[in-house]
């Protein structure tokens, strides 16, 4: 571990002058242990930015730590960043040029989802972390105009500061399925002797979510829901579908483009023009008095 928390830019002591960057150390701390799988965690790296008072400085220093480890043997190696909501430099490191398979955590209030499904009657599904389009349409904008700390600031609806439970939005971008949002729960569970731990489970489990539904009077919905795809031809009058023999024939039927194409020679492109007789012909030059 490196603890860098006595490096204040101002506040150095005469040992510490002109060391307040700790980019070789942690980049040769690194080097070191590449024998091993690595998590390399930087919990201030927004302080970083503001000691060296360069955006530009901390993202570099995450890229280079990026391509340090990307010398690595062991493929579970990984760079974890806390980054503030606020930070500005939350839209530089999560963008593809820094990070291309980037798995990011976003904390949400739980009174945020509460407030969706109890005012727009869209609440997340309780069998599954991947809500309907509509709910995303709704949350989405409103987390990023805050209304999540509104609601805990303003205490509206019973929301309160203090809270034994959450939402996560995960987002991960890589691999075969590009880009895939999802969005869970937490809650700290009592294990005895004064101790509690951290477990994962669905919206739907959150008691703030279930007060909620309950209060609206909504049922919970669940994944199974959705509505199927509509079939158009339902209820018509006649028959748009085709047998196999009939779809069978229709494949070998040769279009008349494709003929065309078959038995035109392969020869160079020629533009043939036969002149109109309103076309204004003339052989000459207009533009050879000029000296160009």
Known sequence: MIDWTGHIPGYETEDSVGKSNPRQSVLGTIEKN???PLAVLIDSIDTFRSDVGSTSAACLLVSEILETLGKSQHPTSRLVLPIPSGSPLLPHLT?????????????????LVAHISQSYLTPPPVDSPHPSDKFWSLFLPAAQR??????????????????????????????RKGVERTLEGWRVKDVGDRSQTVEPCLCGDLDIIKAALGKAGIS???SSDAPAETDVTHGLSFNLTLTSSQAEAKSKVALPYTIAAQQAPNTAAVIHYDPDSADDMDDEDPDEDLDL
């Not at 963008?95 to 009174?111: C, D, E, K, M």
């Not at 805050?146 to 890589?174: F, Y």
Request: hydrophobic fraction near 40%; aromatic fraction near 4%; charge should be negative.
């Open 34 to 36: 590449l024998e091993h």
């Open 220 to 222: 919970a919905t669940r």
């Open 146 to 175: 805050g209304e999540g700390e509104k609601l805990v600031l303003s205490g509206e609806g019973g929301a309160c500061r203090q809270m034994h439970e959450g939402v996560v939005e995960v987002v991960i971008r890589g691999g």
């Open 95 to 111: 963008s593809a040029s820094i990070f291309q398979n980037l798995t990011l955590l976003v904390l949400h209030s739980p009174y």
